[in-house]
């Protein structure tokens, strides 16, 4: 996922978005444990994203923090 894409969504729609990549997370490390998953990368990419959101999010907040003082 794209920053410009995430910088579209709205809160929700990133919370929402959040929890899919984290479990998506754990299921990709199980599998790469049993053997399943051989692309260690993949972890990689969804680290990324779940930063790209966080980052995103708390931009939000500091900017919703400032405008109220």
């Known amino acids: 996922m794209d920053i410009k894409e995430i910088r579209k969504l ?3 729609d990133l919370e929402k978005e959040l929890g899919q990549l ?3 997370l754990e299921q990709v490390k199980q599998d ?3 053997g399943k ?3 260690v990368r993949k972890t990689l990419r969804i680290k990324k994203n779940i ?3 966080l980052t995103v999010l ?3 907040k500091v900017e919703n923090e400032s405008k109220e003082k």
């Open 58 to 60: 708390n931009e939000r």
């Open 37 to 39: 998953e051989k692309n």
């Open 51 to 53: 930063a790209r959101i």
């Open 10 to 12: 709205k809160d929700e």
């Open 32 to 34: 790469i444990e049993v």
């Open 22 to 24: 984290r479990s998506q």
